[in-house]
């Protein structure tokens, strides 16, 4: 989430400053005290309108997945989803089997992709206790982002540790804290359920049936076996490079193979969630001509957005984000009593980490390479995270990658006193912004009228 400075329409953006929220009114007030579009500043609505298209763009192509526009693959994807058997073993204490864990400690089979991103409460999670971190085989330690419009990304998760769909779900489906299973146990479970789909896609897949070539591994197996205090794994996990069991056995061609067939995976994932949208909402009638869509506090709240704090420096565009990545002095707290992710470097080590894969955007798993991984990297991406899609923003549980910030009006005092003083790395961008009582309060209701319809009801279950 990103605060910046004025953004002013006739010239382009200069000094990026935050994320999240923050804002100012550009003295565009009726001689009554109300603002109305009739008499706003010209450059006030005109940055409006740039947050607000008629009709809001399509996701832009994605070189990286030759899928990502198939219906198809689409389809197969939205299955993958709600797919819980690609996971292996529950391993926190915590899996409990109550309403708040996906299972019980031991468990396999629990984890899929709709567990921390629930379709009914904005693809965010509202299942795990506290709503905060998510709690899938294991605790993870960042808030798990809602998915809506997140096929307006090229550079995925907070800090841009994967710069493609396809690439992701190995994040997934191989953290111990996530599905706790391996690229080798997800390839047989791909053929032994969803062969024919898959095969009508992306061709033939091999015969992981044959234990000459691809030795067996079962749920219970796969993955890590124990985990430290801290939710990492305290030996190889099993079913991946480094395991130093089946998956280093295979041949390099088979190894390759394996890989692809998760990677196709990603692609079908990839070309589902593109169309996950929030869609428009009261704040996008109004620009259109409603003047009663919106209440005088939340246009003042949309006049302050793009003036006195200049949220839409960084918040910018349609989807209210400009897809990079900002140090706002947060000082992380503890969430889900136990949880404090100190020393995060943020994009300086995400980035650095996508840099050096081999499933990144410009290898062989790649469908094409348009560029969007960065060549080189400054410092100030040290405590940087990317700026969130603002869009049905209110709907969430908690805020900011650390999931310790509980509500909006919580998120502008972050922003209105600078974030934090100290107890991050890098350098904080932000500076006071002197908002009133009354000025927060109109931001929030702002805020408020980016709630849209959600995606279409076909697209939150299972096909």
């Known amino acids: 989430m990103v605060r910046g400075e004025f953004l002013r329409f006739s010239s382009s953006i200069t000094g990026l400053v935050g994320a999240f929220l923050s804002v100012s009114i550009l003295g565009a007030c009726g001689s009554d005290g109300q603002s109305t579009k009739e008499n706003e500043e010209p450059s006030t609505m005109d940055a409006l309108r740039e947050l607000s298209p008629a009709v809001l763009p ?16 689409a389809r197969f994807g939205q299955r993958l989803f709600f797919e819980p058997r690609f996971a292996g073993r529950l391993l926190d204490g915590d899996n409990d089997g109550s309403e708040n864990a996906l299972g019980a400690e031991g468990d396999t089979g629990k984890v899929a992709c709709a567990g921390c991103h629930l379709p009914e409460s904005g693809f965010s999670d509202t299942r795990s206790l506290h709503q905060q971190i998510s709690l899938a085989a294991a605790w993870g330690i960042r808030r798990a982002p809602s998915l809506l419009d997140v096929g307006q990304s090229h550079l995925l998760m907070w800090d841009g540790r994967r710069d493609g769909f396809y690439n992701q779900v190995f994040g997934v489906l191989e953290s111990e804290a996530e599905a706790n299973s391996s ?11 969803h062969r024919t789909e898959y095969e009508a896609i992306f061709g033939p897949m091999p015969d992981f049936s044959d234990e000459t070539r691809f030795p067996p591994l079962t749920a219970a197996e796969t993955g890590c076996s124990r985990i430290s205090s801290d939710s990492k794994c305290i030996e190889a996990k099993r079913g991946m490079p480094g395991d130093g069991a089946e998956y280093d056995s295979l041949s390099e061609a088979d190894q390759h193979a394996v890989t692809d067939v998760v990677a196709n995976l990603g692609k079908a994932l990839g070309a589902y969630q593109r ?22 506090s939340e246009k003042a709240g949309a006049e302050l957005f793009v003036g006195k704090a200049r949220c839409s420096e960084c918040h910018s565009g349609p989807f209210l984000s400009d897809e990079q990545f900002h140090n706002v002095g947060l000082k992380p707290e503890t969430v889900a009593t136990v949880f404090l992710d100190e020393g995060d470097e943020g994009a300086a080590k995400g980035l650095a980490a996508a ?22 990297l400054g410092s100030e991406l040290l405590g940087a995270f990317r700026t969130p899609r603002l869009r049905c923003a209110s709907i969430r549980p908690s805020y900011m990658h650390t999931g ?24 904080n961008e932000l500076t006071p912004l002197g908002l009133t009582p009354e000025e927060r309060a109109d931001l929030v209701a ?11 009801a076909e697209l939150l279950q299972a096909p």
Do not use: I, M
Not at 183 to 193: D, E, G, H, K, S
């Open 58 to 73: 399509a996701p832009p192509p994605d070189v990286t997945n030759g899928y990502a526009e198939d219906s198809s693959a």
């Open 404 to 427: 310790h910030v509980r509500t909006l009006e919580d998120v502008v005092a972050f922003f209105n006193r600078g974030g934090d003083p100290f107890g991050y790395p890098g350098t």
């Open 355 to 376: 840099q050096q894969d081999e499933l990144n955007s410009k290898g062989t798993f790649s469908d094409g390479d348009d560029g969007r991984l960065p060549e080189e």
């Open 275 to 296: 169309l996950l949208s929030c869609g428009q909402g009261r704040f996008d009638a109004w620009v259109a001509g409603d003047e009663s869509a919106l209440t005088e």
């Open 446 to 456: 702002f805020l408020r009228t980016l709630d849209g319809p959600g995606p279409a």
């Open 183 to 193: 690229r080798l146990f997800v390839a047989y479970q791909t053929r032994a359920l």
